[in-house]
């Protein structure tokens, strides 16, 4: 259907889960297999979602994975502000993050409408 590699908040979602892998390890080490695990799989599902979609056969199908991976944009956001809230991190270290978030999750609402429309 679509080349993945060439969509924008695909590109955008990789960089993210870089970013993301990158402040996991400031986290304790206590939390390897917990907080850190879930929020390198949430991340991660974001990109892999959209590639996902991106190679099904349908634009309805393509907008399913589009939209589980804006749930798990939101669930990763949820988790960073956890970090926080945890005192693991503070809010500084995680506001670029959170922001990508956000942009991404625009993003891919507006190709989802955009899809939606062709």
Known sequence: MNQFENLNVWKKSMDLVCEVYKLMKLLPDNERYGLISQIKRCSVSIPSNIAEGAGRNSSKE?????????GSTCELETQL????KLDFINKDQID???????????????LQRSVKQS
């Open 62 to 70: 393509f907008i399913h994975f589009l939209s589980i991976a804006n």
């Open 81 to 84: 502000l956890l970090t926080v």
């Open 96 to 110: 670029v993050l959170l922001n990508s978030c956000r942009e991404i999750r625009n993003m891919n609402y507006s």
